[in-house]
């Protein structure tokens, strides 16, 4: 009998040893040091840590009007970006099940980008807006792209969304294209034959029942959007002035510009108190539309 | 036979239309790369005149720069080295963790299971401050070691999600059959479970090799070395020096992108088959 419990002893600690300890080590550990640090003044140098209470995170709620328009940015750009890139990676998947010849060539076309990591499709996205457009835009005299894409709060803004929808509408599109195949086909044809339009089999049959994907789509949005940094660094930085820096890149000032690391851990955390929140929230709102056929 | 061929094949004309309004709209998709392609091979007093032209002349030279320039063959070995070590690590470590909370449905493995879901909702950018300083009290800052091991930490959670749902699935009568056999616990898993998993290897696999071959802020962190300098950490030194030096930032943009789009065009169908299975689990 002992011997018995030794040898299961023995091997939780040879398969779920490792993981865990590395688990520990890199996430655990930070998050709960990262706790701590938000209540201090640390500046990353000096040995010397101080317990200063609330005050980081007083200072972030009232005098720091960067983190409030980073934060606002970051809503306004995920409610976006999220909405957008949703309804392409949909319609393209909706579309792309149809019976089209070309159908695997325009799906590993539209799911391109995606393999590319957001730094370096920001850059060539730099050169399409400073380049690019402005040529378009001599040859065809269309003010659309004669903008200053990346010089403007306003454009900036857009640049940035279309940039996030042309990356990820395609990894979206693929799980849509899934979850569409597995509607029964004898659903759709009881629906035509009962004389619904295509929009009403859309809206009413094929939206329904994939529901499970629109969670899953909608979190990895959210999650993607939300804590967007590549593209924001490649693409402008976060200028001008600061009108579209994004939390993440805020934090990351915070601690690694500006050398206020208990600032910034401070901030780290109230991030994650927010995607927390609003990841659980949303899974919790579209699991309730979830139906089965 | 032959009708059902030729009637799957036949579109309605409606399908014509959608496929030629898909088809224009993936010309856009791929216009950005037009520009960039044809670009990174004119002269920059080319590139100023009209950025929307094919090249009148096609100077191979720019590549030459870049690739020197950026150090290419010395950032491409680095994102190698450590994409494919970190990978092998994070599947197998939580392959068999997966394996062993599946099986062994203690209340602790339980707890440890629910701990691993619960971390994959908190951003990389909340723990990276006092990560760094773990790092260092590790000694292991500024070194390949130190970035494999954070990426082994932050890829181990949504792995052992994935491998979890998956061992679930597998009935436990073959198991049980090797054990009756004589099979010791660690042969059972290397031998019969270990290849039961391919499939779902190979979703964890592709997951963590676009993340991490792709990833730019860890690495930005961890190494600071020019000569260790991953592929994007190369790329974005680089285009500060030359931003407006399109003739040299082009062609390094197309050397940085081109292994990945290689790999992603030779395995397109395990890629897409594994990012639908990696998503449809969760």
């Known amino acids: 009998m002992k011997r018995k419990t030794s040898a299961a002893l023995a091997q939780q600690l040879v398969y779920v040893g490792p993981a865990l300890l590395f688990f520990a080590i890199t996430i655990i550990v930070p998050f709960v040091m990262g706790m701590y640090y938000s209540f201090t003044d640390w500046n990353g140098v000096s040995g010397t840590v101080t317990w200063v209470g609330l005050d980081n995170f007083k200072q972030i709620f009232t005098n720091d009007s960067a983190f409030a328009t980073s934060f606002w940015f970051t809503v306004r750009f995920t409610v976006v970006g999220v909405i957008l890139t949703n309804l392409a990676g949909f319609f393209l998947a909706y579309f792309l099940t149809k019976n089209i010849k070309a159908r695997n060539w325009l799906r590993t076309i539209f799911f391109m980008p995606n393999v590319i990591g957001g730094l370096l499709l920001g850059f060539i996205w730099q050169f399409i807006f400073i380049k690019g457009f402005a040529t378009v835009g001599e040859v065809t005299g269309l003010a659309f792209f004669q903008l200053p894409w990346l010089g403007d709060e306003v454009t900036g803004f857009w640049a940035i969304i279309m940039v996030f929808v042309w990356q990820s509408a395609g990894y979206l599109m693929v799980i849509y294209i899934a979850s569409i195949n597995n509607v029964s086909k004898d659903v759709l044809e009881a629906a035509e034959i009962d004389g619904a339009s295509r929009f009403q089999v859309l809206k009413s049959v094929i939206v329904p029942l994939i529901m499970p994907a629109v969670t899953i789509c909608l979190f990895l949005a959210i999650s993607w959007s939300f804590k967007m940094f590549d593209l924001n660094l490649s693409l402008t930085k976060g200028g001008p002035y600061r009108s579209t820096e994004s939390l993440a890149m805020n934090v990351y000032n915070e601690a690694f510009l500006n050398n206020r690391y208990g600032l910034g851990t401070a901030k780290a955390l109230i991030f994650f108190v927010i995607v927390a929140l609003i990841t659980l929230l949303q899974v919790r709102a579209t699991k309730k539309k979830e139906v089965e056929a | ?282």
């Open chain 2, 1 to 282: 036979m032959n009708t059902k061929l030729k009637k799957k094949s036949s579109m309605s004309i409606s399908d014509i239309i959608t496929q030629v309004i898909l088809v224009i709209i993936a010309i856009m998709f791929l216009s950005p790369f037009y520009f960039l392609l044809v670009n990174s091979v004119k002269s920059l007093g080319d590139i100023m005149v009209n950025a929307a032209d094919w090249p009148n002349q096609f100077n191979w030279s720019n590549y030459a720069r870049a690739w020197e320039m950026t150090r290419f063959p010395e950032a491409f070995t680095n994102s190698i080295i450590i994409t494919v070590i970190s990978n092998l690590l994070i599947a197998l470590l939580s392959a068999m963790a997966a394996y062993r909370l599946v099986r062994s449905n203690t209340m602790f493995n339980r707890f440890v299971f629910m701990m691993f879901v619960s971390a994959m909702v908190i951003p990389f950018q909340s723990i990276m401050i006092p990560l760094l300083k773990v790092v260092s009290w590790l000694g292991v800052n500024n070194s390949m070691v130190g970035l494999i091991l954070a990426y082994m930490g932050l890829g181990i959670p949504l792995s052992i999600f994935l491998f979890h749902g998956f061992v679930k699935s597998i009935p436990m009568e073959i198991e049980e059959a090797a054990t009756v056999d004589g099979a010791n616990s660690y042969s059972v898993f290397t031998r019969i479970v270990l290849p039961m998993l391919k499939p779902m290897m190979v979703t964890v696999i592709i997951l963590n090799c676009l993340w991490i071959w792709n990833d730019y802020l860890l690495p930005s962190l961890i190494l600071q070395s020019p000569h260790l300098r991953t592929i994007p950490l190369a790329t974005f030194a680089f285009f500060g020096q030359y931003s407006k030096q399109w003739d040299l930032a082009l062609p390094a943009l197309v050397l940085g992108i081109l292994p990945i789009i290689i790999f992603f065009l030779s395995l397109q169908r395990y890629i897409v088959e594994g990012v639908a299975a990696g998503s449809v689990k969760g």
